[in-house]
């Protein structure tokens, strides 16, 4: 029994070291904060050449997307294992400014919306997935009627032809104005009527958090936005079946 005992002290405190000497590393790179730029999101891709996608914010509109693979015994693994700085963008071959698709055929086709800054938001469309899910949600059109009030809409192209929303307002602009249990209640029911319509249509969201949501100006509406479709994977707190 006193052997078991020590053994597990043993292994504790090696885990404990453990723990404190990755997160010296982790304060020293530049790959996250605070020695490097906030990261908006991350992504991991496994198979035969496996990557981490980050998305920094470097004060642009659209922030800069970085992927390094992991190729153990090379600087791309030495980042990934956070015993080497990430270089200049100049440096470093494996390193993309922006892995945005070209939507604007797709963005052609929406109706043209005079935008009211009172009354809609605007957004560049990145990838071919998020506008085409927008459209599966709106039962193939756009306007089109909406299948859930708590997913967001797609009303149209502004004449730039970025993507028009109504304007709603954001997470933390919102949680922190309410209290009351039974609001709390309705928005997680409004959260499962979203994730419901989706998944009936075949889309999981993949994304799903607090900056993900938007909400009506008195907070009785919830919406899900930002249907890419292609981030968080490991994160997503969903299951959904095909077609199901």
């Known amino acids: 029994m006193a052997s078991q005992i020590q053994t597990d002290d043993a292994f504790s405190q090696n885990v404990h070291h453990l723990r404190a000497e990755y997160e010296q590393c982790r ?73 945005s698709e070209d939507v604007s055929e797709l963005v052609s086709k929406l109706p043209l919306v005079s935008v009211d800054p009172a009354k809609h938001f605007v957004k560049k469309g990145k990838y071919r997935s998020e506008v085409e899910n927008l459209i599966k949600c709106q039962g193939g059109s756009v306007p089109g009627h909406p299948f859930s ?16 929303f109504e304007k709603l307002w954001s997470s933390a602009r919102t949680l922190g104005h309410f209290s009351s249990l039974a609001l709390y209640k309705s928005w997680i029911l409004q959260l499962i009527d979203a994730l419901h319509c989706l998944h009936s249509v075949g889309i999981i969201h993949r994304d799903l958090r607090t900056d993900n949501l938007l909400f009506s100006n008195d907070g009785q509406r919830l919406v899900v936005c930002d249907l890419e479709s292609r981030w968080g994977e490991r994160k997503a707190p969903e299951v959904a079946f095909k077609g199901a």
């Not at 708590?150 to 970025?162: K, P, T």
């Open 27 to 99: 304060l020293a790179t530049n790959l996250f904060p605070p020695g490097g730029k906030p990261v908006l999101e991350l992504d991991l891709q496994c198979g035969d050449k496996s990557s981490m996608t980050f998305w920094y914010d470097d004060g642009t509109e659209h922030g800069q997307c970085v992927r390094i693979f992991d190729v153990p015994g090379t600087l791309s693994g030495d980042i990934l294992r956070i015993r080497r700085n990430l270089p200049a963008m100049s440096a470093y071959p494996e390193v993309i400014d922006d892995d």
């Open 149 to 164: 009030p708590n997913i967001i809409q797609l009303l149209g192209r502004s004449s730039d032809g970025q993507l028009v």
